[in-house]
């Protein structure tokens, strides 16, 4: 199962303080938009998103369709197939992409320990 980029969505009280933080440890902005309450952070192929006010907890995220500099793929699981692969298994989901619509889409679930896990294509 291809699951497009990996990153983690902080949710974080002060997004000064965690960019300054984090810029520390050698992530850079690459995108976003910290007025309105988020940014994306890389170093390497390591992706951080930080998000104040946005959600309460931590969520991993996966971007179906993009590469790790946000580059759509040439081909792609589409969100949607991944989510029907799931549910066919078994798991139970917190949120569903409609099933009849294409392009850009989400779902989101929730592992045994309580971690939310989005599936969140933009493509």
């Given at each position: 199962m291809q699951l497009g980029n990996f990153s983690v969505s902080l949710?974080?009280?002060?997004?000064?303080?965690?960019?300054?933080?984090?810029?520390?440890l050698g992530f850079t902005v690459w995108g976003?938009?910290?007025e309105r309450?988020?940014?994306?952070?890389?170093?390497?192929s390591t992706v951080v998103g930080l998000f104040q006010g946005m959600f309460e907890n931590n969520?991993?995220?996966?971007n179906?369709?993009?590469?790790?500099d946000g580059k759509t793929l040439a081909e792609f699981a589409d969100v949607r197939e991944l989510q029907r692969g799931l549910k066919a298994q078994g798991?139970?989901?917190?949120?569903?992409?409609?099933?009849?619509?294409s392009g850009p889409a989400s779902f989101m679930?929730?592992?045994?320990?309580?971690?939310?896990?989005?599936?969140d294509q933009h493509v």
């Amino acid at each position: 199962m291809q699951l497009g980029n990996f990153s983690v969505s902080l949710a974080v009280k002060d997004i000064a303080l965690s960019r300054a933080f984090y810029e520390k440890l050698g992530f850079t902005v690459w995108g976003g938009e910290q007025e309105r309450g988020w940014l994306i952070l890389k170093n390497g192929s390591t992706v951080v998103g930080l998000f104040q006010g946005m959600f309460e907890n931590n969520i991993m995220t996966f971007n179906p369709g993009w590469d790790s500099d946000g580059k759509t793929l040439a081909e792609f699981a589409d969100v949607r197939e991944l989510q029907r692969g799931l549910k066919a298994q078994g798991v139970e989901l917190l949120s569903e992409a409609d099933e009849t619509a294409s392009g850009p889409a989400s779902f989101m679930l929730v592992d045994p320990d309580g971690n939310q896990i989005m599936f969140d294509q933009h493509v």
